[in-house]
């Protein structure tokens, strides 16, 4: 049991290191997702974290709110996946 043990406690240090490694990438990555040719625009931290939206006035019609909350999300979808992709990020995190 003792050489078994050892190298389980070996291997579950490595994987604690790893992923502090991951957190620590996470915390400075940044992914900007936008929709309708640029008309919305969005950052998103490591976190998650929506850090800005940007709306061009454009695509502000008072008659046509749907369309503006659909291209939200589009945009937030497209950071969404920039972030799965990221280089260096297993992407199976945010699956």
Excluded: N, W
């Excluded at 309708?36 to 800005?52: F, N, Y």
């Amino acid at each position: 049991m003792g050489s078994g043990f050892a190298r389980k406690k070996k291997e579950a240090k490595l994987m604690q290191q790893q992923f502090g490694q991951i957190q620590q990438q996470m915390s400075h990555l940044e992914v900007t997702g936008t929709a309708g040719g640029g008309l919305v625009t969005l950052v998103l931290t490591g976190e998650g974290e929506m850090k800005s939206v940007k709306i061009k006035p454009d695509c502000v019609d008072k008659e046509d709110i749907e369309g503006l909350e659909l291209l939200i999300r589009a945009a937030y979808s497209d950071a969404q996946k920039k972030m799965k992709e990221a280089p260096g990020l297993p992407g199976r995190l945010f699956g």
